[in-house]
């Protein structure tokens, strides 16, 4: 059966299509995906580690996989809303023997991260997913960009995840299983006006999964990387006050999920092994056209910012 949990509303772009084309775009994705058939129970008593697993897409995932019986470890730097995430993981447990953390990691500090991934080994001896979800976008034009957005943008979104990955590296190799899940963003694809540095930071960390898997190709430890578009998230709130005018109207293409939504849709792929996971068929056609014809998709955004008054 043809997924349909993301209606229409969510796509603006695919109002102007007929209703043909929807269903043949429609099932020309269920088609290219993997089967997800009995994901749910793929993650049951694994090991998790989730950066950034207190707000966002983060949080959401953490739930999820607490409810499907997963020991679930939150990396993330609010105190508040850690305790908050510990709070609400002990509530969606779904066994008595489940175990849950939520530890105050910086992911741009490259010693906290190798001391917190040591001291995690030591406690439960193994790995089984780490999820890199912190992430964030500060959108202005480059030229009122400041520095320490830049900056933050880069390390957390980029360095984070690549700081993640080696830290862990060693026991997952040890294992020789597992799988890494970084999350990217649409963003990865398509770079415009307002996100330039958030688009390059993202981008890097797709290039950065598909190198990180190659080698991990003599093992049986898997990447996946993911593209979510807007969700509708505390830090999709926060981006939405810098905003220019122009980014909006770009970015609106993709629609707006939320973050419920696309945590299933990520772990349906985790559990299919997807190298790629773009949330929502719609937006899996996007993705296609920002790989494939990226010039394309470079001319449009071109077209729309010099029509700009």
């Known amino acids: 059966m043809i997924d349909c949990s993301f209606p229409i509303h969510y796509l603006p772009w695919m109002k102007q299509l007929p209703r043909r084309a ?19 129970t793929h993650f049951l008593q694994k090991n998790i580690v989730i950066t950034g697993g207190s707000s966002g897409i983060g949080r959401s995932l953490a739930l999820k996989l607490a409810a499907l019986g997963a020991n679930v470890t939150v990396f993330a730097r609010d105190h508040d809303r850690l305790s908050a995430a510990l709070d609400e993981l002990n509530e969606a447990r779904s066994r008595d023997d489940q175990a849950f953390e939520a530890l105050s990691v910086d992911v741009r500090d490259y010693d ?9 080994i030591e406690r439960h001896h193994r790995v089984d997913i780490l999820i890199n979800s912190a992430g964030f976008c500060y959108p202005a034009l480059l030229s009122d960009l400041p520095p320490d957005e ?6 957390t979104n980029l360095l ?29 694809f398509f770079s415009f006006v307002g996100i330039p540095a958030y688009s390059g930071a993202k981008a890097g960390l797709l290039a950065f999964s598909r190198g990180l898997k190659n080698e991990f190709a003599k093992t049986n430890v898997s990447v996946s990387v993911v593209f979510p578009p807007d969700t509708q998230t505390p830090g999709f709130d926060k981006e939405n006050e810098t905003k220019p005018v122009i980014t909006r109207k770009l970015s609106a ?10 945590a299933e849709e990520i772990l349906k792929g985790v559990a299919a092994r997807q190298f790629q996971i773009v949330p929502g068929w719609g937006n899996w056609v996007l993705s296609a056209i920002g790989q494939h014809l990226p010039g394309c998709a470079g001319l449009f955004f071109d077209w729309q910012w010099r029509k700009e008054p």
């Open 22 to 40: 929807i269903l043949l775009i429609a099932l020309f994705a269920w088609v290219a995906t993997p089967s997800s058939a009995g994901w749910k």
């Open 112 to 120: 906290q991260v190798q001391n917190a991934a040591h001291d995690y």
């Open 150 to 155: 830049l900056k933050g943008m880069v390390e």
């Open 160 to 188: 984070g995840p690549i700081f993640l990955a080696r830290a862990f590296m060693k026991p997952l190799l040890a294992q020789s299983y597992g799988q890494v899940v970084n999350i990217a963003s649409m963003a990865s």
């Open 253 to 262: 293409n993709g629609g707006v999920l939320s973050p419920d939504l696309v």
